[in-house]
């Protein structure tokens, strides 16, 4: 599902059966997206930023953003950059399914061969999130463009 | 030197910060974009005896509803932690509790469930045996596993009912694994396609509904309504 209006219309269906406020931030950040293609990589704090909320709600802005990632909405592509120790340097990017193949097996091995503990693997990792409608949107461009 | 400190640390928050901002991001992660299909197994597991626990908790509140109504109610709770459940969904026939979810790699991910009200044995049996394995249920690595969970409203209890369910399965030559200390919870594992089929595993739940003080009441009013006829 990747129609902003389809899943607009699903989030507007899980708030009113459920009540559910992460359901009712998903809304807001669709909308955020939705008018705002430009946008194309977002952090948390940059989501509370663009959604004017309080640091005080970000429990349920997490929540939300993972939540457009998995199914049926796939709205955001969720990517974790990985840090040294020091968190000076972006050694690699992890997508979502390596870092979750990691959590389940509570071990993960960098690109040179490095033991990292989850513990320490959660400290060194930044998740950001990507705008898929945008994508969306300039694959359809590049194909109009190609059949002009 | 601050502008300089600010230039090293990354924009955004670690997965760690995230983590303990929110307690639930790891079951949630679980439930959205599970590892494995078994993992997303275990969370549903893990989720729905929860919902259970709360639901018998306001069980004075379900006493009078019927097999819908309930399901109704679990469905509810599932929602919120699972945008595509759905009551009555066309799999295969109507089942009543489905819910499909991607792995984090992309799989689709199916687990089905048949809700019955305790009216003995043999009607709850109908419902593994004919909808649940019989109709909706399919094998395969990602779609081979799924639930049974009845309603009781016995005075008796929901251990009794578990019990007769329980040996009931045994009669019938079905095997039942990973037996809760408690007894109200167990797994069973089944051939489809009347045993030369796939493979399917099917866990088992009850919720006891049974509240006295709600069905003296419900009693009072029927005599009344009664004595007024």
């Not at chain 2, 597991?45 to 097999?67: A, F, M």
Request: charged residues 25%; contains cysteine.
């Amino acid at each position: 599902m990747n129609n902003a209006a389809q899943i607009k219309e699903l989030l507007e269906e899980l708030v009113r059966s459920t009540g559910s406020p992460v359901y009712a931030v998903c809304g807001q950040i669709v909308s955020y997206l939705e008018h705002h293609p430009q946008q194309r990589n977002l952090t948390i704090g940059g989501l509370r930023a663009a959604l004017n909320r309080s640091d005080q709600e970000d429990n349920v802005l997490i929540q939300s953003a993972f939540t457009l990632v998995g199914h049926p909405f796939q709205a955001l592509e969720v990517r974790y950059k990985l840090y040294d120790e020091q968190i000076e340097y972006v050694l690699e990017e992890l997508d979502h399914s390596t870092y979750m193949q990691a959590i389940s097996e509570q071990n993960f091995i960098d690109d040179d061969g490095n033991d990292i503990a989850i513990d320490d693997l959660n400290a060194r990792i930044f998740p950001y999130f990507i705008n898929l409608s945008r994508q969306d949107e300039e694959v359809q461009v590049q194909a109009s463009t190609r059949a002009c | 030197m601050s502008e300089l400190l600010n230039a090293l640390i990354p924009a955004g928050n670690s997965m760690k910060d995230l983590l303990s901002i929110s307690s639930e991001l790891g079951d949630m992660l679980n439930r959205r974009t599970p590892a494995s299909y078994d993992v997303f197994v275990k969370q549903i597991d893990k989720d729905l005896n929860n919902i259970i626990s709360v639901t018998e908790s306001g069980r004075q509140h379900h006493l009078e509803k019927g097999e819908d109504a309930i399901t109704e109610h679990i469905i509810v709770q599932l929602k919120r932690d699972y945008s595509s459940v759905h009551h009555d969904a066309q799999h295969g026939g109507h089942c009543d509790i489905y819910i499909e979810t991607r792995g984090s790699d992309g799989s689709l991910y199916k687990w089905i469930m048949e809700a019955k009200l305790w009216q003995g044995f043999e009607y709850v049996y109908g419902g593994l045996d004919k909808q649940l394995l019989g109709s909706y249920a399919v094998g395969g690595v990602n779609n081979c596993k799924g639930g049974m969970i009845f309603y009781s409203k016995l005075a008796s209890g929901a251990s009794y009912a578990m019990k007769e369910w329980h040996q009931g399965l045994g009669v019938k030559g079905i095997t039942i694994n990973n037996i809760r200390e408690d007894g109200l919870r167990f797994a069973t594992a089944h051939k489809l396609n009347g045993g030369t089929g796939s493979d399917f595993y099917v866990n088992h739940y009850c919720v006891d509904l049974y509240h006295a003080p709600t069905e003296a009441k419900i009693e009072k009013a029927q005599a009344k309504a009664d004595s007024k006829d």
